[in-house]
């Protein structure tokens, strides 16, 4: 059975970094990023099962990342559901 993958988004680096260790020590598959530009580009690119977001964070909150991924989620239903139907 393959672990979860925890994606945690913190500016508290060393906050961030401990919480991922811990988790890797419980056999999660737990990355750490510091911003929402990485937490776009982890999530894009190896998606997880959770993400853990810092609410209060210098440029982007948690919620502005939150609500960003949600988009890209039901966007990528949309295509998904066209392809299906042939459109």
């Not at 929402?36 to 190896?46: G, L, R, T, V």
Request: net charge neutral; with cysteine.
């Amino acid at each position: 059975m393959t672990s979860a993958k925890i994606l945690i988004v913190d500016d508290e680096v060393e906050f961030a970094s401990v919480l991922a260790e811990r988790l890797q020590l419980r056999g999660y598959d737990a990355k750490a990023v510091y911003c929402a530009e990485d937490s776009f580009a982890i999530a894009k690119s190896d998606p997880p099962d959770v993400i853990l977001l810092d609410l209060k964070m210098p440029g982007m909150s948690g919620i502005e990342i939150l609500m960003t991924m949600i988009c890209w989620l039901q966007k990528s239903k949309k295509h998904l559901w066209k392809r299906l139907k042939g459109q």
